[in-house]
Each structure stands twice: as C-alpha cells, then as structure tokens.
C-alpha cells in the first residue's frame, strides 16, 4: 500500500464514527440524502484506442442516482439554497435493477464541484434548479487498466427547458429522450478531455436507496481510486452505509410498534 493512501485511510478511520452517528441519527446518507435512481444505458463513443477500450468496458446498463448535498427534499422548495450537485454511476454487468452491486460492477461519483477544495465555492456556482445544467467532476485521480492516470468529469449535452422543480424537468427530459450525459476523460490537469461515452437516462426506478450503496472502490471495469483523499473514503462510506441502515431499521421498528399499540388499543 502505498504511504499517502495508508494515511488516508487512517484519516478515514478516525472520521468513520463520526459519519456512521450523522447518518444515524440522518436515518440516511449524511450528505447526498435524497436522491431519484434512474435506469439507464451507456453508449460507447470512442472505438479506437486505450480511450475505445475503456468505453467498451463501460458500455451497457447502469443505475445512475442524482442528488443534492445538503438539504432533504421537499416539493422543490428549497432548490434555491446554495448547495452541490451529485450524480453517482453504477456500471452495470445485468439489466436487473437491484440496489445489491455484481462482481464486475463499476461505481464512479461526481460533484458539481471541479475539486474538493472547491466545493465551497460551488455551493453559491451550482444550478441547483436542473441537473442537466450542471457539469460534474470525480475530482480524485483514478488508475485506469490500460490507459493510466486519469481524471473523469460527466457533462449534459443539453440543459432542460422544461417548467417545474427538478425532479419534474429530470423526468420530462428523459420521456424526451433529452436526459444524456456524457463521459469524458483526460491523463492531467492541462491534458484535453476526450470522450468516452454517453449516459442516457430512461426513466425513475423504485429501488431502496438507503441499501444501494455507491463505492468508489467498486473497480470491476478497471478504474481504481489512487491518492489520499480517496483512500478516506473506505472507511467513512462504510460508516455512512451502516449508520443510515441501522437508523431506517430502528424507524421501521417504532412503526410496526405504533401500528401494534393502535390495534391494542
């Protein structure tokens, strides 16, 4: 292991309790709580090349889960308040829609945020009325089989145009057929962005949210997380998955407990 990533983990460590009480007591994700889960595809754009050879590992289905960072949602009314953006990516190896991960899944995290250092600057930067008038950044360095060191970011090809809050535009534009995102990647800072392949969302899916955990070391296409800040999110993206399932766990025991005592009663 190398030295930065075994400090990181080391923070991550001592930030995980932390975490796990937030999520606890959040009874879900401690940021990036509410969120709408869309089915959808993954077209390759790129045939030729190291870049060709990614998007052909990439290309197929995949959940995509698009949220906001700080505040929960209700009915669209606090969309104005500064915050983030996310949209996490699941790369499937089966249709089935389930929160429950495959061995060769693949999960990559982006924020509307360019870096973590930036995110406070973001909060007032971000469109938070539409999630396809934003670009989103995985930020953290990646090793890719094949192809090196790398950076990814996701970007709309076309925002929405739709009334409505944000859920509501989402869903026309993917009726539409308008809800796409692009991948692109690039080896530096100053490198060009190349395109890997487009993300069409379909439609909203039912699935439950608190057991559909994101992990950025799901690495079953090849993307590995490199680098300190990253290695940090081992431990406190476990914290935050047991915390908010023990929390909805206890919920769902205080509601069958009501229901009992008004039969009783």
Request: contains cysteine; hydrophobic residues 45%.
């Amino acid at each position: 292991m190398r030295f930065l990533e075994a400090v990181g983990r080391a923070i991550g460590g001592v930030l995980a309790p932390f975490v796990w009480q937030g999520s606890l007591l959040r009874r879900a994700r401690l940021v990036h709580a509410d969120g709408v889960v869309y089915c959808a595809g993954v077209k390759a754009l790129a045939v030729e090349g190291d870049v060709g050879a990614l998007a052909q590992r990439l290309a197929g289905p995949a959940l995509v889960r698009l949220s906001s960072a700080l505040w929960r949602w209700r009915g669209g009314k606090r969309e104005r308040r500064p915050d983030v953006l996310g949209v996490a990516v699941r790369f499937r190896a089966s249709e089935e829609i389930t929160p429950v991960a495959s061995g060769g899944d693949q999960d990559l995290i982006f924020l509307s945020a360019r870096r973590f250092s930036l995110i406070p600057i973001a909060l007032f930067t971000t469109k938070t009325c539409d999630f396809l008038d934003n670009d989103y950044y995985a930020q953290l360095p990646f090793d890719v089989a094949d192809f090196g060191r790398a950076e990814f970011r996701l970007v709309p090809l076309r925002a929405s145009t739709m009334e409505g809050n944000r859920l509501d535009r989402l869903e026309r534009a993917a009726a539409s057929r308008l809800a796409l995102l692009r991948l692109e990647v690039r080896r530096g800072k100053r490198a060009r962005w190349m395109a890997v392949a487009d993300i069409e969302l379909y439609e909203p899916v039912d699935i439950d949210q608190n057991a559909l955990r994101f992990d950025p070391f799901r690495t079953g296409r090849g993307i590995v997380p490199r680098g300190l800040l990253q290695a940090t999110r081992l431990a406190t993206y476990a914290a935050s998955y047991f915390g908010r399932m023990l929390g909805a766990r206890g919920t769902r025991g205080r509601a069958r407990g009501t229901r009992r005592g008004g039969r009783e009663l």
